[in-house]
C-alpha cells in the first residue's frame, strides 16, 4: 500500500512522525484511472513527508495499492507537486456558508461502525481530532463543545451512497456528491471552514489512506506555497 511511500523507517531521522497503525496519518492517497493507466494524488502535512515520498517512489519504483500494483513511470524523475499551502493560511475568515464536494465516498465513524452521513457536527469533531493529531503545535484548535457542534447545520444535500468491499472483505458504506453547511456562529464556522480547508489536503473522515474522503470547496484556490500539499505520481 501507499503506507510503504510514507510510513515511518529506518531510511530517516524523523521517527515517530507517521507510525505504522496511528489512528491519526499525516497524509492520504486517492487513485484515479486514466487511459494509460492512472494518476496516485497524496496529500502529506509536513515537507518531511514529501521529501520521503520522492524519495522512496524514485528508489522503490512500484508500490502495491489494495490489490493494484503501481509501476511509476521511468520517464518520470519525481512525483509532481501540484498544490502546497502553509498551515497558518488554513486559518481564514469565511462567510457561514459553505459547499463541500464529496469527491470519493467519505465515511465517518460511530463506535465500532461506520457511516456515510457527513453530518457537521461528527465532522467538526473528526476533523479537530486528525488536525490535533497532525498538525504544528503552535496551531492548535479547541475540541468542539455540544453548543459549537450544534450550531452547524446542512442546508442541500445533493448525492448518493456507495457501499465499498475492502479486500479483507469488510463493507464500507461511503457518501458521494455536495452538501451545503451553514452555520449560526460566525467563529465556529470559520473554524470549521479551516478544517475543511485541510481536509482538501489530507481527507475527511476514516480510511483516507485507502482512497476515502476526498473532498474539494466549492470555488476554492489553493495558494501555490507552504507546508500542507498534494503530490501526484
Not at 502529506?44 to 520521503?52: K, N, Q, S
Not at 503501481?70 to 507537486?81: S, Y
Not at 481530532?129 to 453548543?147: H, K, L, M
Amino acid at each position: 500500500m501507499a503506507c510503504r511511500l510514507l510510513d515511518d523507517g529506518n531510511d530517516d531521522a524523523h521517527t515517530g512522525l507517521a507510525p505504522h497503525g496511528a489512528p491519526s496519518k499525516p497524509w492520504s492517497a486517492w487513485w484515479t484511472s486514466t487511459p494509460m493507466g492512472g494518476e496516485l494524488e497524496v496529500g502529506v502535512a509536513h515537507d518531511v513527508l514529501a521529501e520521503r515520498l520522492h524519495r522512496r517512489a524514485v528508489a522503490d519504483g512500484a508500490i502495491a495499492f489494495g490489490r493494484t500494483a503501481l509501476t511509476f513511470e521511468p520517464v518520470v524523475p519525481d512525483p509532481n507537486p501540484v498544490a502546497t499551502l502553509d498551515w497558518p493560511e488554513l486559518q481564514q475568515e469565511s462567510e457561514p456558508k459553505l459547499t463541500v464536494r464529496f469527491l470519493t465516498p467519505t465515511t465517518l465513524r460511530r463506535g465500532k461502525h461506520t457511516s456515510p452521513w457527513v453530518d457537521p457536527a461528527s465532522l467538526l469533531s473528526s476533523l479537530t481530532a486528525r488536525w490535533s493529531a497532525v498538525a504544528p503545535p503552535d496551531t492548535t484548535i479547541p475540541n468542539p463543545t455540544q453548543i459549537e457542534r450544534a450550531s452547524l447545520r446542512v442546508s442541500r444535500v445533493k448525492g448518493e451512497t456507495r457501499v465499498i468491499t475492502l479486500a479483507n472483505q469488510r463493507v464500507v458504506p461511503g457518501f458521494i456528491g455536495e452538501v451545503t453547511y451553514r452555520g449560526d456562529d460566525t467563529a465556529v464556522f470559520a473554524r470549521f471552514t479551516t478544517l475543511l480547508r485541510m481536509a482538501e489536503f489530507l481527507g475527511a473522515g476514516a480510511r483516507t489512506e485507502y482512497g476515502f474522503g476526498r473532498v474539494r470547496l466549492a470555488a476554492s484556490d489553493p495558494k501555490r506555497r507552504g507546508r500542507a500539499q498534494h503530490t501526484t505520481a
